[in-house]
């Protein structure tokens, strides 16, 4: 298992499952020591203080005042927004929960359908806890899993309610789905800061579970750089010296680490490949009338809305509702230029009607990435087109929701990011019915190898606009399961 963010945990336990102990490597990164054992003492303020809010550049962010789940080091971007992970847990460590299947829709140029991967959906929730509810959305996204509901502020609440009265053709709304434990979570607001109470699932909690369990041979520390096949047998390559033969190698160390080792073991130098990215986009909304400050209780994505109009895409598009919490209080203040009481003070009237919004469009109308192998070893990528056009059509069909919605979104405020930016990327080897060329087979193997699959988005034959964790997971699961047979 080359790996342990989610997409690998999910591997590790169909593995496990299945009486095999894999080896797991990765990176080994984890969160500094001073750090780990602060965690739940340092003060709130000091903490977001280490998120800054860049109107312009969105930076990477931390949990626990850390961006120790990065390694910005490991490619060449240009204009690019994605990043690897050299974490033990991988980004798991710093990803927003947020917990949606694909739809029947959203496996349109994939060469399966939403059964294939039912059954690996409720493996995953078999140790990935969710916390949501059955609503509208489950007529297009079932739960596979039982979903226990967060309380919900009274802004949050006024918006579910919104939601649910829409009635416009191709549009549905209803409650973010997160994988968070429900019993841990305290309500305290600090969901994007770092979780002080571990209620926020992380694939690198659920790793130590396994090792514990003497499930998985965990090695962390340890880079790979390439694999080969000799007559079937795997031999991992890694960095600095050292090999480690095996019968099955999976590969799900991410997106881009992925790639770039796939790229390596098919010794392809110097020939761009596309990168599929889910193109997106952040704005706020005004809603029409306030509700009473409270406690900020959960501050991880609130409800979702799926648009599928045929107006406003070709391609479903997905958008992520957060209530008000202090970081936009903070982004506030950096576009006012005035201090954060004052600014408190000043707006009140209007933070109470404050609601931030991130929206993904499907791959087929983004831009995405060309990624290129470097002779030294260093994955450039390359951001490749501009979604402002598409993202501009989200905010035209939002106002033509604003009687149902009781929301309005602010234009003006809006900002079309990067490729990468959303971290929902894969694509660069796709899985094909009939693969050709730089394609992967149904269990993600990769030209001229037998026994090394690769097990992450990087074999996604489109990115869809919706969540991409769990898909993740639940494809991993099921390659995993089934390379123990191929």
């Keep these: 298992m080359i790996g ?26 984890r969160l500094e020591p001073e750090r780990e054992a602060a965690i739940g003492r340092v003060p709130v303020d000091e903490l977001r203080r280490s998120f800054p809010v860049d109107l312009d550049e969105l930076p990477l962010k931390p949990v626990h005042g850390s961006t ?51 059954p690996h959906y409720r493996a995953v929730f078999d140790f990935v806890p969710l916390a949501g509810e059955e609503d509208a959305l489950a007529a297009i996204f079932p739960l596979y899993g039982d979903a226990r509901p967060l309380r919900a502020t009274r802004q949050v609440s006024s918006m579910l309610a919104d939601l649910r009265r829409v009635r416009s053709t191709g549009v549905v709304g209803g409650r973010a789905r997160l994988a968070v434990h429900v019993d841990r979570c305290d309500y305290l607001g600090m969901c994007l800061l770092g979780c002080p109470r571990s209620a926020i699932w992380s694939s690198e909690e659920a790793l130590r579970a396994l090792v514990a369990d003497g499930g998985v041979d965990h090695r962390p520390g340890a880079i790979v750089d390439r694999v080969e096949e000799r007559a079937g047998r795997p031999r991992v390559h890694l960095r600095g010296g050292g090999t480690l033969d095996a019968d099955v190698v999976l590969v799900a160390a991410g997106a881009l680490a992925t790639t770039r080792i796939a790229l390596a073991s098919l010794e392809t130098y110097e020939l761009e490949v596309t990168l599929l990215d889910s193109a997106y986009s952040t704005f706020p909304l005004l809603r029409w009338r306030g509700a009473p400050r409270e406690e900020q209780g959960n501050t991880l994505a609130q409800a979702f809305l799926e648009i599928d109009d045929g107006v406003t895409s070709t ?101 079309v990011w990067p490729p990468g930016k959303g971290f929902h990327v894969g694509g660069s080897l796709p899985m094909r019915s009939r693969p050709s060329g730089l394609e992967t ?41 089934a390379s123990l047979e191929a």
């Design 315 to 415: 391609r479903p598009v997905h958008v992520q509702l957060y209530g008000f919490n202090d970081l936009m209080l903070q982004a506030a203040a950096a576009r006012t230029r005035l201090p954060e009481p004052v600014v408190d003070s000043l707006f009140a009237p209007l933070l109470r009607r404050l609601v931030f919004a991130q929206a993904y469009l499907h791959s087929d109308v983004s831009p995405g990435a060309r990624a290129m192998l470097r002779r030294d070893g260093v994955l450039h990528v390359r951001g490749d087109g501009d979604a402002r056009p598409a993202a501009a059509r989200v905010l035209r069909t939002l106002r033509s929701l604003r009687r149902q919605l009781r929301m309005d979104p602010v234009g003006p405020l809006q900002r």
């Design 4 to 29: 342990s963010g989610p997409a690998g945990v999910a591997c590790a336990r169909a593995l496990v499952a299945r009486g095999v102990r894999p080896i797991v490597l990765d990176g080994g990164r």
């Design 441 to 481: 087979d149904l269990l993600g193997r990769i030209p001229g190898f037998a026994h090394v699959h690769l097990a992450d988005a990087a074999a996604f034959p489109t990115v869809p606009a919706t969540t991409i964790t769990l898909a993740a997971m639940a494809n991993a699961h099921r390659i995993a399961a």
């Design 68 to 118: 120790f789940a990065y390694a910005p080091e490991a490619i060449e971007a240009d204009g690019f927004g994605a990043v690897p992970s050299l974490a033990v847990g991988g980004l798991g460590a710093v990803w927003g929960a947020a917990m949606l299947p694909y739809s029947e829709r959203d496996h349109d140029g994939w060469p399966f359908g939403p059964d294939e991967l039912a």
